[in-house]
C-alpha cells in the first residue's frame, strides 16, 4: 500500500512540468510501434553519498519528432551531480535514438523510485502521443547502520510540567496583532495614495539595458557564495528580457521548451539557436535539479549572454542599414523619373 501510494505522488511530480503541454491535445499511451523507453541504473542498492549511474535510452521511428522530455527537473529526492542529455545516433534499421545519463546522489535513507520520464512525440498525422518510462526503484542504506554502532534511543523521563496562566499572554498578543494590522492598513492605504498611476517605462535602447544588468550581477558575484540558483535565475531573465525587446514577444513567462519554440521561426544570427538552447537547458538544471556548475562553465554562460546581446544588437543594426538603403535607392529611382 505504501509503495503505491509513492508511486501515485511521485508520478504527479512527474506531470507538473508538462502541464502546459497537457493543456493541449496530447494522448497518453502505453506504447507505440517503433518506440523503446529503457531506463537503468547501475546499481540497484546505495549507501547516502554514493553515485549512482542513471541512463534513459528512447529508441524511436525517424517519421516521429521527439520533444526532449524535461529529464532535469523530475528526478525525485535525488541530486544531479553531472549529466549527459540528448545524445543522439541512427540506427542501422534507420530508427533514432537519444540517450540520457545522468550521475545522482542524495544523501537521506530509504526506499525511493526514480520518476517515470515523460516521451512527447508528434506524428506524421499531426497528432501528439505521449510514453511514461518505467519508475526505477532505488534502496539507500545508512552507514551508521552497518558499522554495527546502535541506533536504540534511550526512553525519555517523564517531563515535569509547570502549570502556568497563559491568558495575559492571550490577551496581549491579540492587542499586539491587531496594533499590527492597523498599522499595515494605514501604511498600505498611505502607499497606495502616493503610488503613480503609471509606472515608469524604461526608455533607453533593449542593449543597454541588458549590458548595465550584466555589469551588476557580475558585481554581486553571486557564483563565489555558492548562490548558483540566483545567479542563473537572473542571467536567464536578463537574456530573456533582451530578446523578448528585440523581437517584440512576451517570453518572460514562459517554459523554455516554449521560449525555444517561439523563437524557432525568427531570423536569429548563425548558430545563436543552437548556443542558446544548450544555455537555457543547463540553466534550469542548476535552477530546478538543484545541479552544481562548474566555476569555468558559469564565467562562460555570462559571456555567452554578453555576446547574445552583441550579435543580436549587430543582426538588428545591419537589417536597419539595408532597409535605409533601400528607401534611398526607391527615392532616387521616383526622382529620376519625374
Known amino acids: 500500500m505504501l509503495r503505491f501510494v509513492l508511486h501515485t505522488i511521485l508520478l504527479l511530480l512527474v506531470m ?21 523507453i529503457e531506463t537503468s541504473v547501475d546499481k540497484a542498492e546505495i549507501y547516502v553519498g554514493d553515485l549512482l549511474n542513471y541512463s534513459v535510452v528512447i529508441t524511436y521511428d525517424s517519421t516521429y519528432e521527439l520533444i526532449p522530455p524535461p529529464l532535469g527537473a523530475n528526478l525525485g529526492a535525488f541530486d544531479v551531480k553531472d549529466y549527459q542529455t540528448d545524445l543522439m545516433s541512427r540506427l542501422p534499421d534507420g530508427r533514432l535514438r537519444s540517450t540520457n545519463n545522468f550521475v545522482l546522489s542524495t544523501f537521506t535513507t530509504g526506499d525511493y523510485v526514480i520518476p517515470p520520464i ?14 511514461l518510462s518505467e519508475g526505477v526503484p532505488i534502496k539507500v542504506l ?7 554502532d546502535s541506533l536504540d534511543v534511550y526512553p525519555l523521563k517523564d517531563p515535569f510540567e509547570f502549570k502556568r496562566d497563559y491568558t495575559m499572554y492571550y490577551l496581549w498578543g491579540g492587542a499586539g496583532l491587531l496594533a499590527l494590522i492597523a498599522v499595515a492598513l494605514w501604511l498600505w492605504a498611505r502607499y497606495r495614495r502616493r503610488q503613480d498611476v503609471s509606472e515608469p517605462v524604461d526608455r533607453r535602447p533593449p542593449w543597454e539595458i541588458a549590458f548595465e544588468r550584466l555589469a551588476f550581477l557580475q558585481e554581486k558575484n553571486l557564483p563565489a557564495q555558492a548562490e548558483f540558483k540566483a545567479y542563473y535565475i ?16 512576451n517570453v518572460l513567462d514562459m517554459t523554455t521548451e516554449e ?3 517561439d523563437f524557432t521561426t525568427r531570423e536569429l544570427p548563425t548558430n545563436l539557436f543552437e548556443a542558446m538552447s544548450g544555455f537555457l537547458r543547463h540553466a534550469d538544471l542548476v535552477k530546478f535539479a538543484k545541479m552544481t556548475p562548474e566555476l569555468q562553465r558559469v564565467e562562460s554562460d555570462l559571456t555567452f549572454v554578453h555576446d547574445l546581446v552583441a550579435a543580436v544588437r549587430a543582426e538588428f543594426d545591419r537589417r536597419n542599414a539595408e532597409a535605409q538603403t533601400g528607401v534611398v535607392r526607391s527615392e532616387s529611382v521616383a526622382g529620376g523619373g519625374a
Open 234 to 249: 537572473e542571467l536567464t531573465e536578463i537574456a530573456r528580457f533582451y530578446l523578448g525587446r528585440m523581437y517584440q514577444s
Open 16 to 36: 507538473a512540468p508538462v502541464s502546459v503541454i497537457a493543456q493541449e491535445s496530447v494522448d497518453t499511451v502505453s506504447n507505440l510501434p517503433g518506440i523503446e
Open 259 to 261: 521560449f525555444l519554440s
Open 142 to 148: 545508512s552507514l551508521l547502520a552497518e558499522s554495527g
Open 118 to 131: 515523460p516521451a512527447m512525440f508528434n506524428l506524421p498525422d499531426s497528432s501528439r502521443k505521449m510514453l
